[in-house]
T-cell receptor, first 114, second 112 residues
Framework: DTEVTQTPKHLVMGMTNKKSLKCEQH?????MYWYKQKAKKPPELMFVYSYEKLSINESVPSRFSPECPNSSLLNLHLHALQPEDSALYLCASSPPGVPTGELFFGEGSRLTVL | KQEVTQIPAALSVPEGENLVLNCSFTDSAIYNLQWFRQDPGKGLTSLLL?????REQTSGRLNASLDKSSGRSTLYIAASQPGDSATYLC???????????FGSGTRLQVQP
């Protein structure tokens, strides 16, 4: 299995809803990432987990809450989002050790906040 | 803070042409540099990865070069095809945080 799988592919939610995005990989990768990509813009880093511990939080608002329950799974919990949070949310993973550092991306979850 | 710039922002060429996409980065202390392809509304597909100790990588019709000292990378596409139409993103991975910083991309259109 050489894929990063993200679910759901599309999500529409109201500003008072609570929802979650899920990312799964079975490649033995120990670093996992959340990126946010607005239309016609490059991806921007949100969070990095290394060996299931949060290693980077790019000053993301607390309405986004990441979770890494095990080495294969990464969640992004969403609560009280704003319309400007509508974007493509990309998950990526990277194998451990040196020298690669290659990131493998999923297809993304397209989020629309009404 | 690392900044990555890509030129041109958009490019339209006839089928069969060879072309070069440019990427520059401000901090030369990179771990690697990666080139990705993104089709509209889709995720990122990794094309080539160049480690900081390497000068170039090749895959099929694609060749990427890296010049750390000048903070530049190029992606060369030979004999372009309409199926190459997509946005091409370069991204630099920093040595400390091991996170990618992306350029804004070059939107390529190959005309049949």
């Amino acid at each position: 299995d050489t894929e990063v799988t993200q679910t759901p592919k599309h999500l529409v939610m109201g500003m008072t809803n609570k929802k979650s995005l899920k990312c799964e990989q079975h490649m033995g990768h120990r670093a996992m990432y959340w990126y946010k990509q607005k239309a016609k813009k490059p991806p921007e880093l949100m969070f990095v987990y290394s060996y299931e511990k949060l290693s980077i939080n790019e000053s993301v608002p607390s309405r986004f809450s990441p979770e890494c329950p095990n080495s294969s799974l990464l969640n992004l919990h969403l609560h009280a989002l704003q319309p400007e949070d509508s974007a493509l949310y990309l998950c990526a993973s990277s194998p451990p050790g040196v020298p690669t550092g290659e990131l493998f991306f999923g297809e993304g979850s397209r989020l629309t906040v009404l | 803070k690392q900044e990555v710039t890509q030129i041109p922002a958009a490019l339209s060429v006839p089928e069969g042409e060879n072309l070069v996409l440019n990427c520059s980065f401000t901090d030369s202390a990179i771990y690697n540099l990666q080139w990705f392809r993104q089709d509209p509304g889709k995720g990122l597909t990794s094309l080539l990865l160049i480690q900081s100790s390497q000068r170039e990588q090749t895959s099929g019709r694609l060749n990427a070069s890296l010049d750390k000292s000048s903070g530049r990378s190029t992606l060369y596409i030979a004999a372009s095809q309409p199926g190459d139409s997509a946005t091409y993103l370069c991204a630099a991975m920093d040595t400390g945080r091991r996170a990618l910083t992306f350029g804004s991309g070059t939107r390529l259109q190959v005309q049949p």
